[in-house]
């Protein structure tokens, strides 16, 4: 019995063997991101960049302090509030980090309302969500005006080393207008949600296909990551 070869256009559309191959199965987008929308690839090569850029910044921050030969600034000083005449070590931190931890939760909560089309919970825990962002900024941008009163500035500080004020002007400020573009963003799409553009498939930004709320869970991925985020600059940055 004669072996039966492929031959003619079909053979011409046969994957290359080898690490060939995987590169092309990966650029046709055949099993990589088969069941993965744009969307939400999109936001995960986004995050993956974010990731390396902050990344630096620690990776940055640490060299600095290992190698500065200036006393480092302790962190439970530095970051102390005075209550009823007794200061009190990184209680303005510790808040700021409850409250962003806990929007993750309400973040999380607004994807499964969203994902069962229920639009009123979904944007009343993302307008909630937003609230806690906005409380963050606030409390940081407070952090700021007391160093900054104090005589903190990028080049320099009265309790030490010099990197210590371009480290935390750097970090938290890139950390906070992450923080600061989400909630402008939660804002637009809760508003959206609210007026129902999800359900009847307006046209518009942000907008997807008729009853589809993955937008919700795009956003959600953003949020979580730079809770995430928040976790690092908190550990090493203020209780290192």
């Not at 990184?90 to 929007?103: N, Q, R």
């Not at 639009?119 to 940081?140: E, N």
């Not at 928040?230 to 090493?236: K, N, R, S, T």
Request: charged fraction near 15%.
């Amino acid at each position: 019995m004669a072996e039966t070869t492929l031959s003619g256009p079909r053979s011409e559309h046969l994957p290359p063997d080898g690490w060939e191959g995987v590169a092309a199965d990966w650029s046709s987008d055949q099993r990589a991101f088969k069941n993965v929308s744009w969307g939400k690839a999109m936001m995960w090569i986004f995050l993956l960049s974010d990731t390396f850029v902050f990344s630096c910044f620690l990776i940055g921050y640490m060299t600095a302090r290992m190698s500065t030969l200036a006393p480092w600034p302790n962190p439970s000083e530095v970051f102390a509030l005075h209550i009823g005449g007794e200061s009190v070590p990184l209680i303005l931190i510790a808040i700021m980090t409850f409250i962003l931890i806990s929007s993750s939760g309400t973040m999380a909560m607004a994807v499964n309302f969203g994902y069962r089309g229920d639009r009123v919970k979904t944007a009343v825990f993302m307008l909630i969500t937003a609230a806690f962002g906005a409380t963050f900024v606030g409390m940081q941008a407070f952090e700021w005006t007391k160093l900054i009163s104090e005589g903190v500035r990028p080049w320099g500080n009265p309790w030490g080393a010099p990197q210590f004020g371009s480290s935390f002007f750097m970090i938290t400020g890139f950390h906070g207008t992450h923080v600061t573009i989400g909630v402008i963003f939660l804002l637009i799409i809760a508003r959206k949600v609210l007026r129902g553009d999800f359900d009847t498939g307006r046209r518009g930004f942000f907008t997807s296909r008729k009853g589809n709320y993955e937008i919700v869970e795009i956003m959600g991925l953003y949020w979580h990551f730079v809770d995430l985020v928040w976790v690092f600059i908190f550990a090493l940055f203020y209780l290192w």
